[in-house]
C-alpha cells in the first residue's frame, strides 16, 4: 500500500501520487540524509588501518561492524520508500568498501525521494526508523574513533555547509570545529 497522509484508515488506498515537490517530509528527509552524509565523513575518511576491527569491549560492536550496519539501513529505507520492506545483515568488508556502500546506498535513498515515486511509509516512519538510527551510529563511530586514540575534531553543525542532495563522501570544509 502507498502511504498518502490523507488516508486514516489502513484499508483505504490513495487516490493520488505525493511527489517531492509537494511534500514537506521528502524535503526534511532529503535534508537530513544530506545532514548524515555531512557528519558521517569525519569518522569514516582517514580511519586508522586496524580502526575497523576496535573494539571497546568484549561484547561491543566493531567500527566496522556498525559501519556494515549503516550501509544495511540505508537500504532498507529505501526499501520500505519503495513499499517492499526488505532487511539483511551483510558482513563488514575492507573499511573503504564499505564506506562506499554507506554513501551509494544514501545516493540510492536520495535519488528515490527526489522522484515522484510515491512512499511506501510515511516520512515521519522513515526519519524514526532507520534514518536516525543511522545518525546514532555514525556518534557511536565518533566515539569509538576517540576511545581508539584517533579522535575527529568536534564542529559547530549549525554552521555547515549542508545542502539538500549532496549526500556523497566529498563534502564542504568545516566553517567551525572544537578541539
Given amino acids: 500500500m502507498i502511504y498518502s497522509p ?9 487516490t493520488k501520487k505525493v511527489g517531492p515537490s509537494h511534500d514537506a517530509g521528502r524535503e526534511m528527509l532529503r535534508h537530513t540524509l544530506a545532514t548524515l552524509a555531512y557528519r558521517a565523513r569525519k569518522p569514516l575518511s582517514d580511519a586508522p588501518p586496524n580502526f575497523g576491527a576496535f573494539r571497546a569491549s568484549e561484547t561491543s560492536r566493531t567500527p566496522a561492524q556498525i559501519l556494515a550496519h549503516l ?11 519503495r513499499g517492499k520492506q526488505e532487511w539483511r545483515n551483510s558482513r563488514p568488508q575492507e573499511w573503504r568498501e564499505d564506506v562506499r556502500r554507506f554513501y551509494a546506498a544514501i545516493k540510492a535513498l536520495d535519488d528515490y525521494l527526489a522522484s ?3 512512499l511506501g511509509a ?12 543511522s545518525l546514532t551510529h ?7 574513533r576517540r576511545c581508539a586514540g584517533v579522535p575527529v575534531r ?7 555547509e549542508i545542502a539538500t ?3 556523497g563522501l566529498e563534502q564542504p570544509a568545516p566553517k567551525r570545529e572544537f578541539d
Wanted: hydrophobic residues 45%; glycine residues 8%.
Fill in 165 to 167: 542532495g549532496r549526500v
Fill in 138 to 144: 555514525v556518534g557511536q563511530i565518533s566515539f569509538l
Fill in 154 to 160: 568536534g564542529e559547530n553543525y549549525m554552521m555547515a
Fill in 116 to 118: 515522484a515515486e510515491p
Fill in 71 to 81: 550501509s544495511d539501513l540505508m537500504d532498507w529505507a529505501l526499501s520500505v520508500a
Fill in 6 to 14: 490523507a488516508m486514516k484508515n489502513k484499508k483505504q488506498t490513495p
Fill in 122 to 133: 510515511p516520512a515521519e516512519k522513515l526519519f524514526q526508523g532507520a534514518i536516525a538510527d
